[in-house]
């Protein structure tokens, strides 16, 4: 166990559906991250929390919504999403916060599968 | 273009063997990470070796670092089935006055028992 808990860890929604991929870290970590990993394609970052402040949108269409209501506890709100978001979702936690120098390691979740219909 | 860059794509051998891996990247670094990730799984940090060290060991794994040539080598010795798995190194680097961590597409690495 790394310390990082996401559920669910599978999904299957249709395009019309609203859902929320949750991630709960247990480690005191300051920063918090949402990465989409699709395959043959690196891992791509989408979003980036600092002490529940939001540092980082990478270019994110806006149907994918993230709240962070507090470090321990990360958000992905879902809605009228397309097939082509089907991919692995990875939450991920570091203590040093997003940006500042040297980042340190990075501690991810065991990933949500979402599978759009 | 990319980063960091794995070589080679997918990498098969024999239980027992050495398994080298590669990265390759284009500006200069804070710090160069590993990652491992069984299928289907989240990644595993491995090991993270910074900009003024050479090399690093880690149990079975060494790393090396020449950022004259901008390349990182990921060594893991006497390789076992459980070993199968993709591997990812991570550049991190510093874009004005904050770092950022990129990671490549990733090895997959087949050990055969």
């Known amino acids: 166990e790394t310390g990082v808990t996401q559920t669910p860890r599978h999904l299957v929604m249709g395009m019309t559906n609203k859902k929320s991929l949750k991630c709960e870290q247990h480690?005191?970590?300051?920063?918090m991250y949402w990465y989409k990993q699709s395959a043959k394609k690196p891992l791509e970052l989408m979003f980036v929390?600092?002490?529940?402040?939001?540092?980082e949108n990478n270019s994110v269409p806006s149907r994918f919504s993230p709240e962070c209501p507090n470090s321990s506890h990360l958000f992905l709100h879902l809605h009228t999403l397309q097939p082509e978001d089907s991919a692995l979702y990875l939450c991920?936690?570091?203590?040093?916060?997003?940006?500042?120098?040297?980042?340190?390691?990075?501690?991810f979740g065991e990933g949500s599968r979402l599978t759009v219909l | 273009s990319q980063q960091g860059e794995e070589d080679p794509q997918a990498l098969s051998i024999q239980e027992g063997e050495n398994a080298t891996m590669n990265c390759s990247y284009k500006t200069s670094i804070n710090n160069l990470q590993w990652y491992r990730q069984n299928s289907g799984r989240g990644l595993v940090h491995l090991i993270l070796?910074?900009?003024?060290?050479r090399e690093k060991h880690s149990g079975r794994l060494r790393v090396t670092l020449d950022t004259s040539k901008k390349s990182s080598s990921l060594l893991i010795t006497a390789s076992r089935a459980a070993d199968t798995a993709s591997y990812f190194c991570?550049?991190?680097?510093?874009?004005?006055?904050?770092?950022?961590?990129?990671f490549g597409k990733g090895i997959t690495l087949s050990v055969r028992p």
């Open positions: 070796i910074r900009s003024n060290e």
């Open positions: 991570a550049t991190d680097i510093l874009i004005g006055a904050n770092s950022k961590l990129t």
């Open positions: 929390y600092n002490f529940k402040e939001q540092t």
């Open positions: 480690l005191g970590h300051n920063a």
């Open positions: 991920a936690s570091s203590h040093p916060p997003w940006g500042t120098v040297n980042t340190g390691e990075l501690f």
